[in-house]
């Protein structure tokens, strides 16, 4: 079975991605606490959402430059 193809950040639409970032900054937050109790399996995995947020909003910060000229 021919796996289905993830839009990246730029063909996602502005709403699918507040969407993406809300989800992520609230699992950051949950991940974050939790790290601070006890050691994660992968702490790796908190650079890498932290990466992906920074990611969403430069992406949103320019469609909102470029709707603005």
Same mark, same amino acid.
């Given at each position: 079975? +021919?796996?289905?193809?993830?839009?990246?950040?730029?063909?996602?639409?502005?709403? +699918?991605?507040?969407?993406?970032?809300?989800?992520?900054?609230?699992?950051?937050?949950?991940?974050?606490?939790?790290?601070?109790?006890?050691?994660?399996?992968?702490?790796?995995?908190?650079?890498?959402?932290?990466?992906?947020?920074?990611?969403?909003?430069?992406?949103?910060?320019?469609?909102?430059?470029?709707?603005?000229?």
């Amino acid at each position: 079975m +021919a796996k289905k193809k993830e839009l990246t950040i730029k063909e996602k639409d502005t709403a +699918a991605l507040e969407d993406e970032l809300t989800v992520s900054q609230e699992r950051l937050h949950r991940l974050g606490f939790n790290h601070t109790i006890a050691a994660l399996e992968n702490p790796m995995e908190l650079r890498t959402l932290r990466r992906m947020i920074a990611k969403i909003k430069t992406e949103l910060r320019a469609r909102e430059i470029a709707a603005q000229q």
